[in-house]
């Protein structure tokens, strides 16, 4: 008769790590140790897409962190780069924008060329818009407003004299 042979715990963990395999030095692969908590975020291309174009849209970095459903540590943390480039993004995505048009109508796109040319157009209008709301003020100076009703009054109060005149400051008080 055979005596019962009961496996150890250590002889249990080594069959379960062989059936996972073994490594490049013949070492048994250890299952994976799952933490406590939840799993860290991690950078993705679309989500750094997702930030870059709120940004492009004026949003604020707390918004953009909610669009892609992360604190905004998180987000500074992961996509410092994108953050760092929150004030350009519009003007960066219009001249990407614009050079995809001008590659396309180099192309020979019909459409593209006339797009390209109404954003031009459109960069124009502005630019004159501009130039219209700013005319006669280059080097006029500039006009002197007249003091508001409550700065009249304290500079009215200030100079009152006779029986109501604030008092004077006291000597000792003075060098």
Do not use: C
């Not at 992961?78 to 924008?97: G, N």
């Not at 700013?134 to 002197?144: D, F, L, M």
């Amino acid at each position: 008769m055979v005596p019962d042979h009961r496996p150890s715990h250590l002889e249990i963990f080594f069959r379960m790590a062989e059936d996972l395999g073994r490594d490049l030095f013949g070492d048994p692969v250890l299952p994976s140790k799952e933490a406590r908590g939840r799993p860290e975020h991690s950078w993705s291309r679309e989500n750094s897409n997702k930030v870059l174009l709120a940004f492009a849209l004026g949003r604020s970095v707390k918004e953009a962190a909610t669009a892609i459903g992360v604190s905004v540590p998180t987000l500074r943390k992961h996509y410092f780069s994108e953050v760092e480039k929150q004030k350009d993004a519009r003007l960066r995505m219009e001249m990407t924008q614009l050079a995809r048009l001008n590659d396309a109508a180099t192309a020979g796109n019909v459409t593209a060329e006339k797009e390209l040319f109404k954003r031009f157009d459109k960069a124009r209008q502005v630019e004159l818009a501009d130039r219209v709301a700013e005319r006669g003020r280059n080097g006029a100076p500039a006009r002197q407003t007249k003091p508001g009703k409550k700065a009249a009054a304290k500079a009215a109060a200030g100079a009152v004299q006779g029986k109501f005149a604030p008092p004077p400051v006291p000597s000792k008080l003075i060098n």
